[in-house]
């Protein structure tokens, strides 16, 4: 399944800009605005953007932008149009406009895809832009996913949730959680737990464990080394809670992923 990208690139508006696709636009476009605000007309719908909206566009859409005079917008827009990208956006709905977090992982795969893009067209890698494309798809789809507030699971559990998991091999503090989320300590606590089923800690400690496990099939470092770098601090408390959940010491687990037979 083919991937094509059309332009990727930031454009950043300090004078009156007006741009119009009315019959329809001829290819899909992701615009994330990153700064400063503008208005935009989608399938007839006057909407004014700000930092943090995403914009989502399938051919044929009909697309207004405007950049007021004394207005400063600052956007992320992609081009593209594939094989690929048509069964993607048949897989699920996509809203027009969602509002998600200006995440620095998110916006630096979108810069690299830039970045490759602006390579002379002799020596561009078009396998790797495609794959750095669709990534890039996929990310901005399980996060305007994530954005969606529920009753049962909303955005500040997600928050919280996506903090944990970024920091949960450091020594992180639930305070720090709660401030990322906006909430106080009592209510993420609360939160997190009547949401999860556990609390953040125990949550930090399943992906502890999980790093831990791939040092130890993948890697040569001791098992001291695994524990410090995975968030554990002493050995001995690795030790001790590693045992409780799967029954034998870390030592005897890596023993028998060693044993195993590898098929490659």
């Known amino acids: ?3 094509n990208i059309l332009f990727c690139g930031y454009s950043f ?8 696709h009315k019959s329809g636009y001829p290819s899909y476009l992701f615009r994330l605005q990153a700064e400063g605000h503008c208005e935009v007309i989608v ?6 953007l700000e930092k943090g909206d995403l914009l ?7 697309y207004e932008l405007l950049v007021k005079d004394g207005q400063i917008s600052g956007d992320y827009h992609l081009v593209c149009d594939g094989t690929w990208l048509d069964d993607w956006w048949s897989r699920s709905t996509k809203p027009d406009i969602s ?9 630096a795969l979108w810069r690299h895809i830039m970045m490759e893009k602006r390579r002379p067209a002799s020596i561009e890698n078009e396998e790797l832009t495609g794959y750095l494309l669709r990534a890039l798809c ?3 789809e399980r996060t305007v996913q994530e954005t969606v507030t529920t009753i049962n699971h909303p955005y500040s559990v997600t928050r919280m949730m996506r903090y944990i998991e970024e920091h949960a091999t450091s020594n992180f503090k639930v ?9 106080s300590v009592s209510r993420s606590v609360h939160l997190f737990k009547n949401s999860i089923g556990k609390t953040m800690m125990e ?15 993948y890697s040569s470092m001791t098992l001291e080394q695994i524990a410090d770098e995975c968030g554990f601090g002493a050995y001995s408390y690795f030790h001790r809670v590693f045992k409780k959940k799967y029954g034998v010491a870390p030592g005897e687990y890596r023993r028998r992923e060693c044993e195993k037979p590898s098929f490659n």
């Open 56 to 62: 989502l566009i399938k051919p044929g859409d009909h």
């Open 1 to 3: 399944m083919t991937t």
């Open 138 to 140: 996929l990310t901005l």
């Open 203 to 217: 949550y930090a400690l399943e992906i502890r464990m999980s790093a831990a496990i791939e040092r130890m099939k």
């Open 43 to 48: 399938k007839g719908r006057k909407v004014n």
């Open 99 to 107: 509002r998600i977090d200006l995440d620095e992982k998110l916006l």
């Open 13 to 20: 508006h300090t004078n009156g800009y007006h741009s119009q």
């Open 175 to 183: 305070e720090e959680v709660a401030l990322h989320a906006g909430l």
